[in-house]
């Protein structure tokens, strides 16, 4: 199994406060994803990337800023949270270097309820 | 616009017989990738099969295999013999050749439930 540990697994927090959820892998991977699934919206990605301080903007990045600082850990925050940050977020690691036909592995989750 | 479609929301299948998953893509770009993904009520999120857009052949592995139709734009899923086991969500997503960033663009996912 890819090593990809995110924390924590659950959360519940109000409205207004701020969240930082952490991805942290073992594989040396140069990308890294973040993205939310929700009910009939399969997994959409938030932001990623594809190299220390180097990130981009997913399709729902709004409400959302990432940070990498070293190549093992990726974070996401939500400075100001709201109901509809809601979502269960996977953190995804990609083997690029071996080729395009590489899959993204996921991490376990993390279960996120925002009050 | 949608980028990956699975029409079905939820299946019913009795074990021991074949299910089929669809999933329709749209993309301009000759070069892509398909990917399937399982996941069963514990959460993870687990992958099953890749087809290239230049692949000559439908991808297998064990159970699973891909019906691809480039024409159609449609990479089905094919689990053959259901077991318990396979009653999870599945997603169907997709690689665009032209990124240079290995995103994935993921469907809504469909709900298969294995009968015994």
């Known amino acids: 199994d890819a090593g990809i540990t995110q924390s924590p697994r659950h959360k519940v927090t109000e409205t207004g406060t701020p969240v930082t959820l952490r991805c942290h892998q073992t594989e040396n991977h140069r990308y890294m994803y973040w993205y939310r699934q929700d009910p009939g919206h399969g997994l959409r990605l938030i932001h990623y990337s594809y190299g220390v301080k180097d990130t981009d903007k997913g399709e729902v990045s709004d409400g959302y800023s990432v940070s990498r600082s070293k190549t093992e850990d990726f974070l996401l925050t939500l400075e100001s949270a709201t109901s509809s940050q809601t979502s269960v977020y996977f953190c995804?690691?990609?083997?690029?270097?071996?080729?395009?036909?590489?899959?993204?592995?996921f991490g376990d989750g993390t279960r996120l309820s925002i009050l | 616009a949608q980028k990956i479609t699975q029409t079905q929301p939820g299946m019913f299948v009795q074990e021991k017989e074949a299910v089929t998953l669809d999933c329709t893509y749209d993309?301009?770009?000759?070069?892509?990738?398909l990917f399937w993904y399982k996941q069963p009520s514990s959460g993870e999120m687990i992958f099953l099969i890749y087809?290239?857009?230049?692949?000559?052949q439908n991808a297998t592995e064990g159970r699973y295999s891909l019906n691809f139709q480039k024409a159609r734009k449609s990479a089905n899923l094919v689990i053959s013999a259901s077991q318990l086991g396979d009653s999870a969500m599945y997603f169907c997503?997709?690689?665009?050749?032209?990124?240079?960033?290995?995103?994935?663009?993921f469907g809504a996912g469909t709900t298969v439930t294995v009968r015994a």
């Open positions: 087809q290239g857009s230049y692949d000559q």
């Open positions: 995804a690691i990609s083997e690029s270097d071996r080729g395009f036909n590489q899959p993204q592995h």
């Open positions: 993309t301009s770009d000759p070069s892509y990738g």
């Open positions: 997503a997709m690689r665009e050749g032209g990124s240079t960033d290995y995103k994935l663009s």
